[in-house]
């Protein structure tokens, strides 16, 4: 039996050995050389964010598209209130599992009214933009945080918050020149107010 592994893991890898649990690469936002097993990586679980004040979750869930590549490719974002109702949910993942995005960073505002995450290409497209995306708990709707900066790019996954529920964030100075980049900082709740409604 295989000593690596937990030892339910171990006995079903020893009775089942065609599943390969161990020995696949089964995280990190690779390409594979070679494509994995179908039945690899069974036990990938969701990545969970709480609301600080505990009433919501966001759940992080890898979309195993592609066996060409690690299941986490690829991210699918659903927001679930405490007692499990889901309230939206956001696939980002590609017909063939290499043009879609996976989540790079994400976090709630203080204020638990917004979910904030950024995004970044699975197949390295645009590898310069992060597209970063915007969840309210008021609207429960997801809005792109480009639309709030008059449509510029975000060019890094890395952001913070001000306060409650301001984001700080970073845009290019002059349109094309991903090199300048500028500080950038929105009050979340009036920019979802000045939105059209979703």
């Given at each position: 039996?295989?000593?690596?592994?937990?030892?339910?893991?171990?006995?079903?890898?020893?009775?089942?050995?065609?599943?390969?649990?161990?020995?696949?690469?089964?995280?990190?936002?690779?390409?594979?050389?070679?494509?994995?097993?179908?039945?690899?990586?069974?036990?990938?679980?969701?990545?969970?964010?709480?609301?600080?004040?505990?009433?919501?979750?966001?759940?992080?869930?890898?979309?195993?598209?592609?066996?060409?590549?690690?299941?986490?490719?690829?991210?699918?974002?659903?927001?679930?209130?405490?007692?499990?109702?889901?309230?939206?949910?956001?696939?980002?993942?590609?017909?063939?599992?290499?043009?879609?995005?996976?989540?790079?960073?994400?976090?709630?505002?203080?204020?638990?009214?917004?979910?904030?995450?950024?995004?970044?290409?699975?197949?390295?497209?645009?590898?310069?933009?992060?597209?970063?995306?915007?969840?309210?708990?008021?609207?429960?709707?997801?809005?792109?945080?480009?639309?709030?900066?008059?449509?510029?790019?975000?060019?890094?996954?890395?952001?913070?918050?001000?306060?409650?529920?301001?984001?700080?964030?970073?845009?290019?100075?002059?349109a094309g020149d991903i090199?300048?980049?500028?500080?950038?900082?929105?009050?979340?709740?009036?920019?979802?107010?000045?939105?059209?409604?979703?």
């Amino acid at each position: 039996m295989n000593s690596r592994l937990p030892p339910v893991l171990a006995l079903v890898s020893a009775l089942l050995p065609g599943l390969a649990l161990a020995d696949e690469p089964c995280s990190g936002h690779k390409l594979l050389p070679k494509p994995r097993p179908e039945t690899s990586c069974l036990t990938i679980i969701p990545e969970v964010f709480v609301s600080p004040d505990g009433a919501l979750r966001a759940s992080v869930l890898p979309v195993d598209v592609s066996l060409y590549a690690t299941p986490d490719m690829e991210s699918r974002v659903v927001i679930r209130s405490s007692d499990g109702n889901t309230l939206t949910s956001a696939d980002y993942s590609s017909p063939r599992g290499a043009n879609g995005f996976y989540v790079f960073a994400a976090k709630w505002s203080p204020d638990s009214q917004f979910f904030v995450y950024s995004l970044t290409s699975s197949g390295g497209h645009s590898p310069w933009s992060f597209p970063i995306m915007v969840f309210s708990r008021k609207s429960r709707a997801v809005a792109k945080f480009s639309d709030m900066i008059g449509g510029r790019p975000t060019l890094t996954g890395q952001f913070e918050f001000a306060g409650p529920h301001t984001l700080l964030a970073s845009t290019w100075k002059k349109a094309g020149d991903i090199d300048d980049k500028v500080p950038v900082r929105v009050d979340l709740e009036k920019a979802f107010a000045g939105m059209a409604p979703h």
